[in-house]
C-alpha cells in the first residue's frame, strides 16, 4: 500500500476517476442487457398475453350474440326474421372460428392448451344444441326450443 501513498496527488485523482467510469461502464453495460431484456419480455407478453385477450373477447361477444339469435329465432314471426337470424348466427360461428384459431396460435403453456381444447369440446357441444333448437323453431315446436334452450348445458 506504500506504492498508493508514493503517487503524487494528480495520479491518485487519475486513478480515482478512472475507477468511477470503470465502475459507471460497466454498471452502463449491465443496465442496457437488462433494458433488452425487459423489452423482449414486453414484446412477448404483449404478443403472447395481450392480444390474445382481443380474441377471447371476440369470442364471448360472438358466443353471447348466437344465445340471443338462437331466442330470437324462437320468437321470430316471419320466415325472413328466421332466416336473418340463421344468418347471422352462421357469420358469428365463422367468427368464433377465425377468433379461436387465432388464439389458438398464441397459447404457450400446457395449462392454456388443456382449457382451450376443453372450450373446443364443449363449443361442439353447444353447437350441436343450437342446431337442434333451430331445428325444433322451424317445426314451430317453440316449447320444446325454449326448453331445451334453457337447459343448463346450453346456457
Known sequence: MKWFYDL?????ILLGFSLVILITAILIGVSINKIHEMDT?????????TVP????????????MIRVDTRDIIIASTKEQFDAKIKEIE?????????SEQFQK?????????AFDHFYGTRKEYIRLVDQ??????ENKDQEA?????KPSCT
Open 41 to 49: 419480455a414486453d414484446n412477448e407478453l404483449y404478443s403472447n398475453m
Open 133 to 138: 333448437v333451430i331445428a325444433l323453431a322451424e
Open 106 to 114: 398464441t397459447v404457450l403453456s400446457d395449462e392454456m392448451r388443456s
Open 8 to 12: 503524487k496527488i494528480r495520479s491518485k
Open 91 to 99: 357469420e358469428r360461428r365463422k367468427e368464433i372460428l377465425k377468433n
Open 53 to 64: 385477450l382481443s380474441y377471447l373477447q371476440a369470442i364471448s361477444v360472438s358466443f353471447q
Open 146 to 150: 325454449t326448453a331445451l334452450l334453457n
